[in-house]
């Protein structure tokens, strides 16, 4: 079975752009929660998707936002980019509908760097 | 690989030591915690979970401890081999919220 999988793995942006992150779960799982890693405030929760619906939101501006389709791939977009938001962006999926308290596997992540 | 944390502390042990990694946590009313491992490059990968009714749960080579009194959660690694090697943190959660809160991380480097 294929892990979860994050395109780009790799993104450089500049400042007051806008960028778009995928996620594809793996195969049945229908939650899809997106994360936040930088060395000053470590692994942050975004938000999580279930069956297409936002159900929960970390503490971020609404810069940050996100959707799930049908498929239950995700996407996330972050517009008028702060070089703040570098970062790795990492999606987890569950079989589950309860999130963070069911097992997450984690993709591989997408580095964001803003110049 | 791409680094998870700059001035993360760090344990280091040697091969066949046993390991043992803490993290404080600061909500009383968190009820479910999980340890992860995250090599370089990679995502975090779960380990171990224990619910706040638990004070300990065995799992293969690891045990987690947890201490309500003083909210403390422990990871042990038995016979730590150089693959351990990686950063490990705590999450937790509180009620049902779903929306975890993650530890600093501990990098663990096992000398062969």
């Known amino acids: 079975k294929a892990g979860v999988t994050q395109t780009p793995r790799y993104l450089i942006k500049t400042r007051g752009q806008q960028v778009t992150l995928s996620c594809s779960p793996i195969?049945?799982?229908?939650?899809v929660s997106w994360y936040q890693q930088t060395p000053g405030q470590g692994l942050q929760f975004l938000f999580e998707?279930?069956?297409?619906?936002?159900?929960n939101k970390g503490n971020f501006p609404g810069r940050f936002s996100g959707r799930q389709f049908s498929n239950s791939r995700s996407e996330m977009n972050v517009s008028t980019l702060e070089l703040g938001d570098s970062a790795l962006y990492l999606c987890?999926?569950?079989?589950?509908?309860?999130?963070?308290?069911?097992?997450?596997?984690f993709g591989p992540g997408t580095r964001l760097t803003v110049l | 690989g791409e680094s998870v944390g700059l001035h993360l502390p760090t344990l280091s042990v040697q091969e066949g030591d046993n390991s043992i990694i803490n993290c404080a946590y600061s909500?009383?009313?968190?009820?479910?915690f999980i340890w992860y491992k995250q090599e370089s490059g990679k995502g975090p990968q779960f380990i171990i979970d224990i619910r706040s009714n638990m004070d300990k749960r065995q799992g293969q080579r690891v045990t987690v401890l947890l201490n309500k009194t003083v909210k403390h959660l422990s990871l042990q690694i038995a016979a730590t081999q150089p693959g351990d090697s990686a950063v490990y943190f705590c999450?937790?959660?509180?009620?049902?919220?779903?929306?975890?809160?993650f530890g600093r991380g501990t990098s663990l480097i096992v000398h062969p």
């Open positions: 195969s049945g799982h229908r939650s």
């Open positions: 987890a999926s569950s079989w589950g509908d309860r999130g963070f308290n069911n097992e997450q596997f």
């Open positions: 998707y279930f069956s297409e619906t936002q159900r």
């Open positions: 909500n009383s009313a968190s009820d479910y």
């Open positions: 999450a937790e959660n509180a009620g049902g919220s779903y929306i975890p809160t």
